[in-house]
Structures are given as structure tokens and as C-alpha cells.
């Protein structure tokens, strides 16, 4: 069965600080990969997807991500975070049927 | 256009009462999708209408009944709610196929009372 682990379930940084929030999937064929984010009392919005090609993706507002196959991971990275980036950040995974399956998602507090 | 719609945003209902969410939108996207989501918790897949066909139901209870009348609208009839069915339903879409971006409304808050 399909399913999406991310491990964090709540991260505290400091601006300017580094952030790695991570990801792992299992799913029994091709993938795709997506990370959503949603700000406080907003929808949900697409920071970034894979599909194929380069495994190091970067997505809107200095997000990047990279897949690696043989750890089943797509983490989500950011060089230096900004109060802005408080949000919940929600990792998904679909298939060729049409799927969506998400994360349990990891809420990012960053402190000015 | 990368824009979903969902009517109303917020809806009370009793348990006895029957209404419908609505979604719609005209960027051609031929999936279309239900979740809910509860505080604090990820969106949980519901259903998945695939050229206007139920594709994916994940074992939702018949008090939810989802419709797909045309390739643009997409509507969620409820009937006899329970309080634990208080979310926010989310209606999403894309173009049929694993590699597309999936689109998101913005919600409509549901409470049972």
C-alpha cells in the first residue's frame, strides 16, 4: 500500500537558520512527488514537484528538493529560513491511477 | 487560470439535514478530487472522479455521496452527518495522469451539529 512518513512533526528554527524537513514513501512503482505547503488559515499551495529527470528540484521561495531512490526520500530543504516560512509543510506521493496520498505533515515555527 | 472554486466556504447543518458542496473548475483538468481534513492532520483522500467516472472511493461512509455532472463541477451531497464529519472538505484537481500537478480550492468549513 502506498504511504508517506515524515518524520518531523514539529520544527522550531531561528531565522536565518537551515532547514531539512524529511520525507520518506513507499509505493510499489513510478512515482511522483510533491511537497504542499499551507500558511495559516490558507490553502493548500504546491512548493515543488518531481517527476523525473535531475533528482535536485527547487521549487517557489528558495525551497529545493532531492530525490533519492535507493532511501525512498524527497526532503525538503531551505538554506535560510524566514519568519514567512511558518506554515505546515505536507509531503505527497502519486501514482499512475490518479492518486494523492499526503504526509502527516510537519508544522514549521521559525522565530524572529 | 490555475484557480479551483468551492461553494459555500462555511456551512453549519444539523445531523438531520441534507445539503451539497460544490466545486468547479475550467482549466480542463479531467480529475477531480474530494478530501477532508481534519485540525492539524494531513487531507484524507475521499474520492477521485476520473473523466467524470468514480475512479478511487477510500471506503467513505454513504452519507457522502459525490457527484461529477460535467468534465468542470464537482459536487459532494451529504445527508445524516455525524459531528465527527465537522472538517474542512477540499475539492482538488488536475490533469488526468500521475505527473500533473494537483490544484487546490480553497475549503469549505463544514460543522455539525
Redesign the interface.
Known amino acids: 500500500a502506498q504511504s508517506v512518513s515524515q518524520h518531523n512533526h514539529h520544527v522550531i528554527l531561528s531565522e536565518a537558520a537551515s532547514l531539512e524537513l524529511g520525507c520518506n514513501y513507499s509505493y510499489g512503482g ?3 512527488l ?1 511537497w ?1 505547503v499551507q500558511y495559516p488559515g ?5 512548493l515543488l ?1 518531481y ?2 529527470g535531475d533528482p535536485l528540484v527547487k521549487g517557489i521561495k528558495g525551497f529545493e528538493a532531492e530525490f533519492i531512490k535507493s532511501k525512498f526520500s524527497f526532503n525538503l530543504r531551505k538554506p535560510s529560513v524566514q519568519w514567512s516560512d511558518t506554515a ?1 509543510y ?1 509531503c505527497a506521493v ?12 510537519t ?1 514549521l515555527t521559525v522565530k524572529p | 487560470d490555475t484557480e479551483v472554486t468551492q461553494t459555500p466556504k462555511h456551512l453549519v447543518m444539523g445531523m438531520t439535514n441534507k445539503k451539497s458542496l460544490e466545486c468547479e473548475q475550467h482549466m480542463g483538468h479531467r ?1 477531480m ?1 474530494w478530501y477532508k481534513q481534519k485540525a ?6 475521499m474520492f ?1 472522479y ?1 473523466y467524470e467516472k468514480l ?2 472511493n477510500e471506503s467513505v461512509p454513504s452519507r457522502f455521496s459525490p457527484e461529477c455532472p460535467n468534465s468542470s463541477l464537482l459536487n459532494l451531497h451529504l445527508h445524516a452527518l455525524q459531528p465527527e464529519d465537522s472538517a474542512l472538505y ?1 475539492c ?1 484537481s ?1 490533469l ?4 500533473e ?7 469549505t468549513r463544514l460543522l455539525v451539529l
Open positions: 513510478t512515482v511522483n510533491f504542499y490558507q490553502h493548500l499551495q504546491l514537484k517527476f523525473s505546515e505536507f502519486s501514482g499512475h491511477n490518479n492518486d494523492m496520498r499526503f504526509g502527516a505533515g508544522r | 480529475a478530487y492539524k492532520k494531513p487531507p484524507e483522500l477521485v476520473s475512479s478511487i477540499l482538488a488536475r488526468a495522469g500521475g505527473q500537478t494537483q490544484y487546490f480550492g480553497p475549503g
